[in-house]
């Protein structure tokens, strides 16, 4: 029973920031996603810059955009990697809510904006991809936007769409999303308290490889789940000291969320889907494992 009592306080003091993250990020998506889309798009030669950027800021939908505009050949593939490799879903507001971890978060959103940018310019200079076909003059890029964005959705099934409600995405979606996360956090903590308290941390160790070189590999596959709650499972690994600041790098690097289910069930390019995803655990994996050897513990 304490250990159930211990996880309800844990997470129960997270709330408030938890909260007021959600409700302002919520927000800035309604107000200003439709024009960092289309912004996104327009100047797609500096897509990886502004993807890296656009991509970090602790969103849902945003990925699911991305890829939906790269099936439409909006934007070009190291556009689409800089977006993914720069996502964080949940990391980044609930490592926020935890005391002290102001400048590690800073710190972490850095490292995957850089790695982002660096790793999209890369692609795209090596696949000549930022040559994109131009669009018929008959079709505006916001008309092009507009379609691409039809019929998505982003986590807890709201809209990423113009025709979204704004109770719904201002009210509703962000206060159902603080439950669930809560919820989820809350049973994770007093699993992983079960966990160490009947096996032994040590041994918790050993299992997730920590002080190896795998471990950032094991922390890639674990973020590559479209899924919001592995960046939270990647989050509380972290806090609990279970996995390295390397690892924790990696995870969220190749965690893309549910821009990943978009690119595999609509990108008609079977091979050139499974190339994407090798690349993004490959950088993922690269990262992590660097910045675990220069002592990311």
Not at 145 to 151: F, R, V, Y
Not at 179 to 187: D, E, H, M
Request: proline share 3%.
């Amino acid at each position: 029973m304490y250990l159930l009592e211990d996880a309800f306080t844990d997470t129960v003091g997270l709330l408030p920031l938890l909260a007021a993250v959600y409700f302002f990020v919520s927000f800035l998506e309604y107000r200003y996603g439709d024009r960092m889309v289309a912004f996104l798009a327009r100047f797609y030669k500096f897509g990886p810059v502004f993807g890296a950027l656009f991509g970090c800021i602790p969103q849902c939908g945003f990925s699911v955009v991305a890829s939906a505009l790269y099936v439409k050949r909006v934007i070009s593939v190291g556009t689409l990697l800089a977006v993914f490799l720069s996502t964080s879903d949940e990391a980044v507001p609930i490592l926020l809510s935890m005391p002290g971890n102001v400048r590690l978060v800073g710190t972490l959103i850095m490292i995957k904006i850089a790695v982002a940018i660096m790793a999209g310019m890369a692609v795209d200079f090596a696949l000549h991809s930022m040559s994109i076909p131009k669009l018929k003059k008959s079709i505006s890029m916001e008309a092009v936007c507009e379609d691409a964005l039809t019929g998505h959705s982003g986590c807890c099934s709201h809209d990423v769409d113009k025709r979204r409600s704004k109770i719904k995405t201002l009210l509703i979606h962000p206060l159902w999303h603080t439950i669930k996360i809560f919820l989820f956090l809350f049973v994770l903590s007093a699993a992983l308290n079960y966990l160490i308290h009947i096996i032994g941390e040590d041994k918790i160790e050993g299992l997730l490889l920590n002080g190896t070189v795998f471990q950032p590999l094991l922390a890639s596959m674990i973020g590559l789940i479209p899924n919001c709650f592995a960046s939270v499972l990647l989050a509380e690994l972290f806090a609990k000291g279970a996995i390295s600041f390397g690892s924790l790098v990696a995870g969220l690097c190749a965690g893309a969320g549910l821009g990943m289910l978009v690119l595999v069930k609509e990108n008609k390019d079977r091979k050139e889907t499974v190339s994407i995803i090798g690349l993004l655990i490959g950088i993922s994996v690269i990262a992590g494992v660097i910045i675990q050897m220069v002592g990311g513990k």
